[in-house]
Protein backbone atom coordinates (compact mmCIF):
# COMPACT_ATOMS: atom_id res chain seq x y z
CA UNK A 1 0.00 0.00 0.00
CA UNK A 2 1.39 3.19 -0.92
CA UNK A 3 1.48 6.07 1.99
CA UNK A 4 -0.34 9.27 1.12
CA UNK A 5 1.27 12.22 2.01
CA UNK A 6 -1.50 14.82 1.92
CA UNK A 7 -1.46 18.73 1.92
CA UNK A 8 -4.80 21.13 2.83
CA UNK A 9 -4.56 24.35 1.84
CA UNK A 10 -7.43 25.31 3.27
CA UNK A 11 -8.62 28.98 2.17
CA UNK A 12 -4.59 30.37 0.94
CA UNK A 13 -3.24 30.72 -2.13
CA UNK A 14 -4.37 32.82 -4.80
CA UNK A 15 -3.74 31.18 -8.73
CA UNK A 16 0.03 32.40 -9.09
CA UNK A 17 0.57 31.44 -5.44
CA UNK A 18 -0.64 27.69 -6.01
CA UNK A 19 1.29 27.80 -9.23
CA UNK A 20 4.43 28.57 -7.94
CA UNK A 21 4.37 26.83 -4.53
CA UNK A 22 3.33 23.33 -6.37
CA UNK A 23 6.30 23.83 -9.31
CA UNK A 24 8.42 24.26 -6.09
CA UNK A 25 7.23 20.96 -4.92
CA UNK A 26 7.72 19.23 -7.82
CA UNK A 27 10.99 20.50 -8.10
CA UNK A 28 11.86 19.61 -4.76
CA UNK A 29 10.39 16.18 -4.32
CA UNK A 30 9.30 14.48 -7.58
CA UNK A 31 12.84 13.16 -8.94
CA UNK A 32 13.34 11.75 -5.16
CA UNK A 33 9.96 10.61 -4.23
CA UNK A 34 9.70 6.79 -2.98
CA UNK A 35 8.44 4.05 -5.03
CA UNK A 36 5.63 3.61 -2.07
CA UNK A 37 4.49 7.41 -1.47
CA UNK A 38 1.92 9.17 -3.23
CA UNK A 39 1.20 13.27 -3.11
CA UNK A 40 -2.01 15.05 -2.92
CA UNK A 41 -2.75 18.82 -2.97
CA UNK A 42 -6.10 20.20 -2.08
CA UNK A 43 -5.84 23.83 -2.61
CA UNK A 44 -8.87 25.95 -3.20
CA UNK A 45 -11.71 25.67 -5.69
CA UNK A 46 -10.20 29.12 -7.05
CA UNK A 47 -6.29 27.75 -7.64
CA UNK A 48 -6.99 23.84 -8.34
CA UNK A 49 -6.77 24.09 -12.15
CA UNK A 50 -3.25 25.58 -11.41
CA UNK A 51 -1.94 22.63 -9.10
CA UNK A 52 -3.33 20.46 -11.76
CA UNK A 53 -1.68 21.79 -14.52
CA UNK A 54 1.73 21.99 -12.99
CA UNK A 55 1.26 18.12 -11.63
CA UNK A 56 -0.03 16.86 -15.13
CA UNK A 57 2.05 13.82 -16.09
CA UNK A 58 4.25 13.79 -13.52
CA UNK A 59 3.85 10.47 -12.02
CA UNK A 60 1.99 9.41 -8.44
CA UNK A 61 1.39 13.94 -7.83
CA UNK A 62 -2.60 14.23 -7.27
CA UNK A 63 -4.54 17.28 -6.70
CA UNK A 64 -7.95 17.33 -4.87
CA UNK A 65 -10.63 19.31 -3.86
CA UNK A 66 -11.34 20.29 0.25
CA UNK A 67 -14.94 19.49 0.04
CA UNK A 68 -17.93 18.94 -2.88
CA UNK A 69 -21.42 18.63 -3.23
CA UNK A 70 -23.81 15.50 -3.44
CA UNK A 71 -25.47 16.68 -6.36
CA UNK A 72 -24.59 16.13 -10.25
CA UNK A 73 -25.44 19.94 -10.75
CA UNK A 74 -28.51 21.71 -9.62
CA UNK A 75 -29.34 25.34 -7.87
CA UNK A 76 -27.09 24.61 -5.00
CA UNK A 77 -25.47 28.49 -4.92
CA UNK A 78 -22.15 28.20 -3.90
CA UNK A 79 -21.31 24.36 -4.17
CA UNK A 80 -18.94 22.53 -6.50
CA UNK A 81 -19.74 18.77 -7.89
CA UNK A 82 -17.36 16.32 -7.82
CA UNK A 83 -17.71 15.94 -11.64
CA UNK A 84 -16.07 19.45 -11.70
CA UNK A 85 -13.40 18.06 -9.87
CA UNK A 86 -12.69 15.56 -11.99
CA UNK A 87 -13.04 18.05 -14.88
CA UNK A 88 -10.53 20.50 -13.72
CA UNK A 89 -7.97 17.17 -13.27
CA UNK A 90 -8.76 16.77 -9.45
CA UNK A 91 -9.21 12.95 -8.29
CA UNK A 92 -9.73 13.29 -4.87
CA UNK A 93 -11.77 15.37 -2.95
CA UNK A 94 -12.16 15.37 1.14
CA UNK A 95 -15.33 14.67 3.23
CA UNK A 96 -16.00 15.74 7.02
CA UNK A 97 -12.81 18.14 7.58
CA UNK A 98 -13.66 19.24 11.40
CA UNK A 99 -13.90 22.69 9.85
CA UNK A 100 -16.33 21.99 7.60
CA UNK A 101 -18.33 20.27 10.62
CA UNK A 102 -17.64 22.60 13.39
CA UNK A 103 -17.03 25.70 11.78
CA UNK A 104 -20.10 25.37 8.32
CA UNK A 105 -21.75 23.03 10.76
CA UNK A 106 -21.76 20.25 8.46
CA UNK A 107 -23.75 16.92 10.28
CA UNK A 108 -22.97 13.39 9.99
CA UNK A 109 -25.83 12.71 7.88
CA UNK A 110 -24.02 14.77 5.01
CA UNK A 111 -20.95 14.36 5.35
CA UNK A 112 -22.17 10.41 4.44
CA UNK A 113 -24.02 11.37 1.65
CA UNK A 114 -21.14 13.57 0.41
CA UNK A 115 -18.74 10.62 0.89
CA UNK A 116 -21.03 8.18 -0.88
CA UNK A 117 -21.83 10.58 -4.01
CA UNK A 118 -18.44 11.13 -4.32
CA UNK A 119 -17.06 7.97 -4.64
CA UNK A 120 -20.22 7.05 -7.37
CA UNK A 121 -18.97 10.23 -8.96
CA UNK A 122 -15.52 8.50 -9.79
CA UNK A 123 -13.64 10.50 -6.92
CA UNK A 124 -11.30 8.98 -4.22
CA UNK A 125 -12.29 10.70 -1.36
CA UNK A 126 -10.77 11.06 2.24
CA UNK A 127 -13.10 11.19 5.16
CA UNK A 128 -11.83 12.85 7.92
CA UNK A 129 -13.41 12.27 11.25
CA UNK A 130 -11.88 13.35 14.87
CA UNK A 131 -13.22 14.41 18.50
CA UNK A 132 -13.37 17.16 20.53
CA UNK A 133 -10.62 17.74 23.07
CA UNK A 134 -13.94 17.31 25.37
CA UNK A 135 -15.24 14.39 23.70
CA UNK A 136 -11.17 13.22 24.84
CA UNK A 137 -11.57 14.08 28.52
CA UNK A 138 -14.65 12.28 28.69
CA UNK A 139 -13.36 9.19 27.24
CA UNK A 140 -15.83 9.29 24.54
CA UNK A 141 -13.03 9.01 21.69
CA UNK A 142 -14.07 5.65 20.40
CA UNK A 143 -17.85 6.79 20.83
CA UNK A 144 -17.16 9.45 18.67
CA UNK A 145 -15.16 7.97 15.77
CA UNK A 146 -17.51 4.56 15.44
CA UNK A 147 -20.57 7.18 14.80
CA UNK A 148 -18.87 9.51 12.24
CA UNK A 149 -17.10 6.53 10.45
CA UNK A 150 -21.18 4.25 10.56
CA UNK A 151 -22.93 7.47 9.54
CA UNK A 152 -20.16 8.64 7.03
CA UNK A 153 -19.54 5.44 5.14
CA UNK A 154 -23.30 4.39 5.21
CA UNK A 155 -23.97 4.84 1.37
CA UNK A 156 -20.17 3.12 0.41
CA UNK A 157 -20.79 -0.30 -1.54
CA UNK A 158 -19.03 -2.73 0.67
CA UNK A 159 -16.71 -3.64 -2.08
CA UNK A 160 -15.22 -0.51 -2.94
CA UNK A 161 -12.12 0.04 -4.51
CA UNK A 162 -10.05 -0.13 -1.24
CA UNK A 163 -7.39 2.26 -2.60
CA UNK A 164 -10.24 5.44 -3.72
CA UNK A 165 -11.57 5.17 0.23
CA UNK A 166 -9.04 6.45 3.23
CA UNK A 167 -9.98 8.02 6.61
CA UNK A 168 -8.08 10.79 8.29
CA UNK A 169 -8.24 10.60 11.81
CA UNK A 170 -7.67 14.18 12.58
CA UNK A 171 -7.91 15.01 16.70
CA UNK A 172 -9.76 18.59 16.65
CA UNK A 173 -7.70 19.96 19.31
CA UNK A 174 -4.35 18.70 17.19
CA UNK A 175 -5.49 20.92 13.99
CA UNK A 176 -3.46 23.98 13.48
CA UNK A 177 -3.02 23.69 17.20
CA UNK A 178 1.00 23.10 17.46
CA UNK A 179 -0.34 20.19 19.40
CA UNK A 180 0.16 16.93 17.54
CA UNK A 181 -1.13 13.49 18.86
CA UNK A 182 0.90 10.95 21.28
CA UNK A 183 1.74 8.07 19.47
CA UNK A 184 -0.09 6.18 21.87
CA UNK A 185 -2.79 8.39 20.73
CA UNK A 186 -2.42 7.93 17.28
CA UNK A 187 -1.90 4.18 17.47
CA UNK A 188 -5.12 3.17 19.61
CA UNK A 189 -6.92 5.51 17.64
CA UNK A 190 -6.01 4.13 13.96
CA UNK A 191 -6.16 0.84 15.39
CA UNK A 192 -10.10 1.43 16.59
CA UNK A 193 -10.66 3.11 13.01
CA UNK A 194 -9.07 -0.36 11.28
CA UNK A 195 -10.98 -2.20 13.08
CA UNK A 196 -14.18 -0.56 12.67
CA UNK A 197 -13.29 -0.30 8.73
CA UNK A 198 -13.28 -3.96 9.07
CA UNK A 199 -16.26 -4.07 10.50
CA UNK A 200 -18.21 -2.39 7.43
CA UNK A 201 -16.14 -3.48 4.96
CA UNK A 202 -14.44 -6.96 5.58
CA UNK A 203 -10.82 -7.66 4.33
CA UNK A 204 -11.15 -5.09 1.80
CA UNK A 205 -10.79 -2.71 4.49
CA UNK A 206 -6.77 -3.83 5.12
CA UNK A 207 -5.57 -1.77 2.22
CA UNK A 208 -7.71 1.48 2.83
CA UNK A 209 -5.35 4.06 3.71
CA UNK A 210 -5.89 6.07 7.12
CA UNK A 211 -4.28 8.97 7.91
CA UNK A 212 -2.96 11.04 10.64
CA UNK A 213 -3.22 14.51 10.25
CA UNK A 214 -3.05 17.49 13.41
CA UNK A 215 0.05 19.80 13.61
CA UNK A 216 2.55 17.50 11.14
CA UNK A 217 5.67 18.87 10.65
CA UNK A 218 8.76 18.31 8.98
CA UNK A 219 10.01 17.50 12.33
CA UNK A 220 7.74 14.79 13.56
CA UNK A 221 6.26 13.09 9.96
CA UNK A 222 8.71 10.47 9.98
CA UNK A 223 7.74 8.86 13.60
CA UNK A 224 4.08 9.40 12.62
CA UNK A 225 4.35 7.43 9.18
CA UNK A 226 6.43 4.76 10.79
CA UNK A 227 3.30 3.56 13.32
CA UNK A 228 0.77 0.89 12.85
CA UNK A 229 -1.77 1.68 11.08
CA UNK A 230 -0.69 5.05 9.63
CA UNK A 231 -0.79 4.92 5.63
CA UNK A 232 0.33 9.04 5.39
CA UNK A 233 -0.78 11.98 6.63
CA UNK A 234 -2.97 14.87 5.74
CA UNK A 235 -1.22 18.63 6.80
CA UNK A 236 -2.27 21.99 6.62
CA UNK A 237 -0.04 24.84 8.10
CA UNK A 238 3.09 22.79 6.90
CA UNK A 239 1.86 22.16 3.50
CA UNK A 240 1.63 25.65 2.46
CA UNK A 241 5.62 26.24 1.81
CA UNK A 242 6.81 23.81 -0.64
CA UNK A 243 10.18 23.42 1.27
CA UNK A 244 8.22 22.25 4.81
CA UNK A 245 5.74 19.99 2.73
CA UNK A 246 8.49 18.55 0.70
CA UNK A 247 10.24 17.72 3.83
CA UNK A 248 7.08 16.15 5.05
CA UNK A 249 6.92 14.26 1.98
CA UNK A 250 10.46 12.79 1.46
CA UNK A 251 10.23 12.19 5.85
C1 LIG B 1 -5.83 19.98 8.54
O1 LIG B 1 -6.27 21.07 8.22
O2 LIG B 1 -6.36 18.94 8.11
C2 LIG B 1 -4.69 19.93 9.44
C3 LIG B 1 -4.31 18.76 9.90
O3 LIG B 1 -4.09 21.13 9.77
P1 LIG B 1 -2.68 21.33 10.55
O4 LIG B 1 -1.68 20.42 9.87
O5 LIG B 1 -2.35 22.76 10.36
O6 LIG B 1 -2.90 20.92 11.96
Known sequence: MKKLMAANWKMFKTWDEAQATALELVDLAAASLPADREVLVCPPFTSLGAVAEVFAGVPRFFTGGQDFYCREEGAFTGEIAPGMLLDLGASFGLTGHSERRHVIGESDQLVGEKTAFGLAAGLSVILCVGELIEERRAGRVEEVLERQLRIG?????????????????????????????????????????????????????????????????????????????VDGVLVGGASLQGESFSQIVLA
Open 153 to 229: LAGVPRDIEPKRLCVAYEPVWAIGTGEVAGPGEILEAHAFVRKTLVAIFGDNANEMRVLYGGSVKPSNCAEIIALDN
